[in-house]
């Protein structure tokens, strides 16, 4: 029988900076034509959000919130150095890197060899080199920016894939009557895009090296905008889109919960130690249209986070689909996937768990360790 060590944390592309983020997110959101000049005025902001700010445009906060993220992830290696696993599942979402207009699988488990990673390299289409990969991806032209580890523009990271228990989670979820898909090879992205490798390296952050294989299952977190804004935070299409110009929605927390209770009853029957890992963060503030794209919405995530710590998983299951693209929490459902596997296994609320707000780092972050029962 197989043992189960659930983690969740974020993959928050800025903390790979030297800067770790900064407040650029908010200053960007305020120069879009389409949000109302009400919204641009920080008399109507919320006050977390003007303290956070505070009269250094943000940087005391953003320290703290670095220092936090850091110490978090750190806890997170050691939860898993502990447990040793034999490979670790990352629940984890893509944006116009892997799929595009061509395809787009509500789940998919990547059943990977082994693979080599340029983090710092530029990021271009496999199918089309002369093409970026998404709106974030870096010219060639472009040097890369300082990282938080000053690591060279061409370091490697070697991350071990596991096909044969990819492979068996795969043909288990088809037995559970779980219609997943699966990928032997990358489609546009050379490798792992970043919610996977952004993982690692986080897990990684003292660089003492990350032997454990990985095996990615994508979640279908794009929400109504993603593709039609090609990856990018603007245009989104603008605030008030008709919904027949929208992309249709990603799978329902209910669904998702179904899917990560699935997923642990398979690895349960496999004679793997196996760590699974949602890689979040929580509502983003370029995904929040109520709030103009101009911060999170702290408040929903605060009530999500409180029922966690209670164990309550039915307030998670109860969530509907309409208000998690509502409240910019797209890229939860890989949480949702988490909460729906640790029901299933019987736990209940996480033995250590962390809440890291921020409504000026466009995301709050949410860290959890559940040991095994």
């Known amino acids: 029988m197989g043992e189960i060590l659930g983690l969740g944390m974020s993959h928050f592309p800025g903390m790979r900076s030297a800067a770790g983020g900064g407040t650029n997110f908010l200053r960007g959101a305020v120069q879009r034509p389409d949000i109302p000049d009400q919204w641009k005025d920080p008399k109507n902001w919320p006050q977390r959000l003007l303290e956070q700010l505070g009269d250094d445009e943000g940087r005391a906060h953003a320290q703290l919130h670095r220092e936090a993220f850091i110490s978090e992830c750190k806890t997170l290696r050691q939860a898993l150095d502990r447990f040793n696993p034999d490979f670790v599942l990352v629940w984890g979402d893509d944006q116009y890197e892997?799929?595009?207009?061509?395809?787009?699988?509500?789940?998919?488990?990547?059943?990977?060899?082994?693979?080599?990673?340029?983090?710092?390299?530029?990021?271009?289409?496999?199918?089309?080199?002369?093409?970026?990969?998404?709106?974030?991806?870096?010219?060639?032209?472009?040097?890369?920016?300082?990282?938080?580890?000053?690591?060279?523009?061409?370091?490697?990271?070697?991350?071990?894939?596991?096909?044969?228990?990819?492979?068996?989670?795969?043909?288990?979820?088809?037995?559970?009557?779980?219609?997943?898909?699966?990928?032997?090879?990358?489609?546009?992205?050379?490798?792992?895009?970043?919610?996977?490798?952004?993982?690692?390296?986080?897990?990684?952050?003292?660089?003492?090296?990350?032997?454990?294989?990985?095996?990615?299952?994508?979640?279908?977190?794009?929400?109504?905008?993603?593709?039609?804004?090609?990856?990018?935070?603007?245009?989104?299409?603008?605030?008030?889109?008709?919904?027949?110009?929208?992309?249709p929605p990603g799978p329902s927390p209910e669904r998702c919960m179904e899917v990560g209770a699935a997923v642990a009853r398979v690895l349960k029957r496999s004679p793997w130690r196996v760590a699974v890992v949602a890689s979040s963060s929580w509502s983003h503030a370029f995904l929040t249209p109520k709030h103009f794209f101009v911060y999170p919405d702290v408040e929903s995530d605060r009530k999500l986070y409180d029922a966690l710590t209670r164990g309550d998983y039915a307030y998670w299951r109860g969530v509907p689909n309409d208000e998690v693209d509502a409240s910019g929490q797209q890229e939860v459902r890989n949480w949702w996937c988490l909460v729906g596997a640790m029901e299933e296994l019987g736990q209940g609320a996480p033995g250590h768990h962390a809440f890291v707000e921020s409504y000026i780092m466009n995301s709050s972050k949410c860290f959890a360790v559940w040991e095994p029962r």
């Open 98 to 247: 892997n799929f595009k207009e061509d395809i787009i699988p509500a789940f998919c488990v990547f059943a990977y060899e082994d693979m080599d990673a340029y983090p710092y390299h530029p990021e271009r289409d496999r199918l089309d080199q002369s093409k970026p990969i998404s709106a974030f991806g870096r010219p060639a032209s472009r040097p890369a920016p300082a990282n938080a580890w000053d690591e060279p523009e061409d370091t490697l990271f070697h991350v071990r894939g596991k096909r044969d228990a990819a492979k068996f989670l795969a043909r288990g979820l088809l037995q559970e009557k779980i219609d997943v898909a699966y990928a032997y090879q990358p489609l546009h992205y050379d490798g792992l895009c970043h919610a996977f490798l952004n993982t690692v390296m986080f897990l990684d952050w003292d660089r003492k090296g990350f032997d454990y294989p990985v095996v990615p299952m994508q979640v279908n977190c794009y929400g109504s905008r993603v593709i039609l804004n090609r990856g990018g935070t603007f245009p989104v299409g603008a605030i008030d889109l008709p919904e027949g110009d929208l992309d």
